[in-house]
């Protein structure tokens, strides 16, 4: 068999085992590129509150978060209010697959509301995107049919490479009124045109998915907090002095008792990079500097661990870039079905005009 041939039947068979997967994942990715929005359209009650006076201490509002959870979670500010009008939102780790979200007044430390990650349509949906719901082994079963798409687009790259110029150029149409041409037509010209945006899109997943399956397999440490009085007034207090226009975005208590405080934030790097890029990690009794990472002088490597996210779910920009990530989203599933059809063509409509002649 030559080359050409098993490399196009290698892009076949990749792509015939991943197509389900791809519809399932285009479509929920698509969704998820506006799952911030979609979350506060949904439940605005949760993040807004009204503005009263000055805003408590950090240390009564972690007091509050950990009287509203039973047990001892591992408990972190998850995100800090950035305007009058935003609540603080916390999250308490049980295990890998259960965490929750807990909303807090900040003004007079009232839980607003508690849910886990899994009970709210993004967070489901979320959920669905990296582990089919069903935890390890569909986060596994998603890295695998990422690697295949990854195959299949590398195979797609070789098989079509003399159309590359012609579909650019728009000189390769969809001809619509043949049959047996428009699927394969429309296939490789969804594919020429999507091909950097889903190289972007399949790399930056196999990147994130490999952290999602490293953190549920093995043994599992618990996700308790530690018996440790700390004020995080005067370690924010710190945070700030040490990184010159810190915007503080998150706090992570120690995993472990005497281990650092890490401040989370940005100090005015682009958005492409993430809203936690730039951080400091302080001992909690004297106030130390542990670790400090202003991301100015970052390496290209970091920038890139930095960017993976946003890239991959396109949040680092405004509407217009999210609908066209949205849009581009679709592609791999248009790609699925159009690959599928052709296949469906070739395998049992050739076979049954077959035997009608025979």
């Known amino acids: 068999m030559a080359l050409s041939q ?12 991943a197509g389900g997967f791809l519809l399932l994942l285009s479509f929920t990715g698509s969704l998820l590129v506006f799952s911030d929005e979609i979350d506060h359209a949904l439940n605005s009650h949760h993040f807004t509150v009204k503005p009263a006076g000055e805003r408590l201490s ?22 800090m209010p950035l305007t009058p009008e935003e609540s603080m939102v916390m999250r308490a780790e049980y295990s890998t697959e259960n965490k929750v979200y807990v909303y807090v007044n900040p003004y007079t430390a009232e839980v607003l ?13 979320l959920y669905l995107h990296f582990t089919l719901l069903s935890g390890r082994n569909g986060s596994i079963i998603i890295l695998f049919m990422a690697t295949l798409m990854l195959v299949a687009i590398a195979t797609g790259l070789y098989v079509y490479r003399k159309h590359l110029w012609k579909v650019l150029t728009f000189r390769d149409k969809i001809e619509w009124k043949i049959r047996r041409r428009r699927w394969r037509n429309l296939h490789r010209i969804v594919g020429v045109w999507s091909l950097v945006f889903n190289l972007l899109i399949v790399i930056t997943g196999i990147l994130i998915q490999w952290k999602v399956v490293g953190a549920r397999v093995g043994k599992q440490a618990p996700s308790v907090a530690v018996a440790q009085v700390i004020d995080y007034d005067k370690l924010a ?46 001992s909690p009794d004297s106030g130390k500097v542990v670790k400090k990472v202003i991301f100015s002088k970052a390496s290209a490597s970091e920038k890139w661990n930095a960017a993976v ?17 949205s849009l581009l989203g679709l592609t791999p599933g248009a790609l699925a079905l159009s690959g599928i059809l052709i296949w469906y063509r070739r395998k049992w409509l050739s076979r049954r005009k077959k035997l009608q002649t025979a």
Request: hydrophobic share 35%; aromatic share 12%.
């Open 6 to 17: 098993q490399i196009f039947r290698w892009h076949r068979i990749t792509g015939l085992i």
């Open 58 to 79: 950090l240390n009564a509002l972690y007091s509050a978060g950990t009287k509203a959870l039973p047990g001892n979670p591992y408990l972190t500010f998850q995100r």
């Open 113 to 125: 509301h508690t849910r886990g990650n899994k009970n709210y349509f993004t967070g489901m949906l």
């Open 237 to 282: 207090e710190k945070a700030h002095t040490e990184i010159p226009g810190f915007t503080l975005m998150g706090i992570r208590p120690p995993r472990a008792e005497n281990g650092p405080v890490l401040f989370l934030g940005n100090a005015g790097e682009p958005l492409i990079f993430g809203e936690y890029g730039t951080s400091v990690s302080l």
């Open 309 to 325: 996210k946003p890239l991959h779910f396109g949040n680092f920009g405004g509407i217009p870039l999210k609908v066209l990530y």
